[in-house]
């Protein structure tokens, strides 16, 4: 049975991190332990100790992000994207949580006081996906401290490296050990903290397979906090516009960015027939022109290689299959060494498939599906079981407002990409992109839980009715 962990770098195949496996029961039993004296404290200390690792993530950006780029493969400016919305994380999540669960008191009966307070849960499980491995668990680790709990960060296996270096920011600062921990494994550790007793809740960011497996495992546990940030097969429409050329480059944002590797990228590409060449030529035309390489190549790529071999096997596959069960090939998927996964951008027109099939294809493959009219535009944009993010791209302003009240989506777009959803807002979806817990501004909301109470300084009552 295997005792530690080993990571490697995307773009070369190098051993990255080295570590040993992390003892569940042990880092619960630490966390049950602490967690109350971390909830006694004053709220202001514990927004200052995560405003202090705000400030140790800048004071060692540059070796954090160039150890996103190594253990993911993305680009190096897209790494230092990453850690500057980690930084940015604490002081969205501190007016976060003043906002949505501020104390209140209101005038009750007889004199007295309804108040209205939040508690914090307990011990939190975050479960952190690969392609943002420091930005999205921060998306529910920093408001978690926030609010008083204790978190276990199981970062996913494939980035151990980046999960170990964002706790030791956190330890720095002087957020105790014992608060925020840092536990590397693989499945078999997920799966032993999810159903661990002493975890009050699960925090997760994945695949909809790992989010429902979780879900189940808890389904009867309704005590247990679960909150499900899940992947998307997400459309974006094209519509009347004469703004050919922006139109294109907000497809090839949506669908290439990361290699399409983000929960938001766009999947499907839905166009009205009649703009269809125009659009797809510039589109193509485009995504010829993308540069997809290593980390610290130069010039810069747009997009580095997708996370492992397995991946990029599974993506072929998918390519090969949705060929051979009618669609066309716009863009062939061309993988240069198939010792490393460098995938370059696809595209196929998959309308004449008599099944597309609705599964998430994390990878830059982008399937094309030319309509006649807005109706069936919206009819083939919630032809899913996924619910995360559409896009209405050109159109009138009463096109999108249909639009926006028929699309099945937790996020709905116009003239914007599917990707980069402000983290000022609510980030989440329906369908099996989500359980209708978002995260990004309302993390706060299932971080703490909100306690009613009736409050008199004095007892005082009397029983006017009923009596001898």
């Known amino acids: 049975m295997a005792v530690e962990l080993v990571s490697f770098e995307p773009a070369t195949g190098a051993e990255m991190w080295r570590g040993p496996l992390g003892d569940v029961d042990e880092q619960v039993a630490r966390a049950s332990r602490a967690w109350p004296a971390w909830a006694a404290q004053p709220l202001s200390t514990r927004m200052e100790l995560l405003r202090r690792s705000a400030n140790e993530v800048r004071k060692d950006a540059e070796a954090f992000a160039t150890l996103i780029a190594r253990e993911t493969g993305k680009p190096m400016w897209e790494a230092n994207v990453e850690v500057e919305s980690v930084i940015a994380k604490v002081e969205l999540s501190i007016r976060a949580y003043a906002e949505r669960t501020a104390q209140r008191r209101l005038d009750s009966a007889l004199q007295g006081t309804m108040a209205l307070r939040h ?9 952190g996906p690969f392609n943002y491995p420091a930005h999205l668990p921060c998306g529910h680790i920093v408001p978690a401290l926030i609010a008083g ?3 276990i960060f ?5 980035v151990p490296a980046s999960g170990e270096f964002l706790a030791r920011c956190f330890h720095k600062a002087g957020v105790p050990a ?6 590397a494994g693989g499945p078999a550790e997920g799966q032993k903290l999810v159903a661990h007793e002493g975890v009050n809740g699960v925090l997760f960011t994945g695949s909809a397979h790992t989010g429902i497996t979780i879900n189940r495992r808890l389904a009867a546990r309704p005590d247990k906090l679960v909150t499900l940030e899940m992947g998307g097969n997400n ?24 290699a399409g590797q983000r929960c938001t990228a766009a999947r499907r590409l839905i166009v009205k027939d009649t703009m269809i060449e125009p659009l797809l030529a510039e589109v193509k035309s485009l995504a010829d022109r993308i540069i997809f390489g290593a980390p610290f190549d130069s010039p810069a790529p747009f997009m580095g290689p997708v996370i492992d071999n397995a991946a990029a096997d599974g993506l072929t596959e998918s390519f090969l299959y949705l060929l051979s069960h009618g669609g066309r090939a716009i863009k062939h998927l061309v993988r240069p060494d198939e010792a490393l996964p460098f995938l370059s ?9 008599a099944e597309k099939p609705d599964v998430e294809l994390f990878g830059p493959i982008l399937q094309v599906i030319r309509v006649s009219d807005f109706d069936e535009a919206i009819a083939e944009a919630n032809a899913t079981r996924y619910g995360l993010v559409a896009a209405l791209v050109g159109g009138t302003p009463q096109e ?3 639009f926006w009240g028929h699309a099945r989506a937790g996020i709905v777009n116009w003239n914007r990409p ?37 409050e008199m300084e004095q007892p005082r009552a009397a029983i006017g009715v009923g009596l001898r």
């Not at 014992?178 to 536990?183: D, P, T």
């Not at 974006?236 to 004469?242: A, F, G």
Request: aromatic share 8%; with cysteine.
């Open 119 to 127: 508690k914090p849960h307990g011990v939190l499980a975050v479960l």
């Open 149 to 151: 709990n204790a978190v």
């Open 154 to 158: 199981k970062p996913s296996e494939k």
């Open 178 to 183: 014992a608060i925020m921990q840092f536990c």
């Open 235 to 258: 459309p974006i429409v094209v519509w009347d516009t004469p703004k050919i050329t922006d139109a294109a480059a907000i497809v090839v944002q949506s669908a290439f960015a990361s």
């Open 345 to 353: 951008p696809a595209i196929i027109d998959v309308t004449a498939m």
């Open 400 to 402: 999108y407002n249909r």
């Open 418 to 454: 599917t990707i980069g959803p402000s983290h000022a807002a609510p980030v989440g979806g329906t369908g099996l992109s989500g359980n209708h817990r978002p995260s990004g501004f309302y993390a706060a909301d299932y971080c703490a839980y909100p306690v009613a109470s009736g």
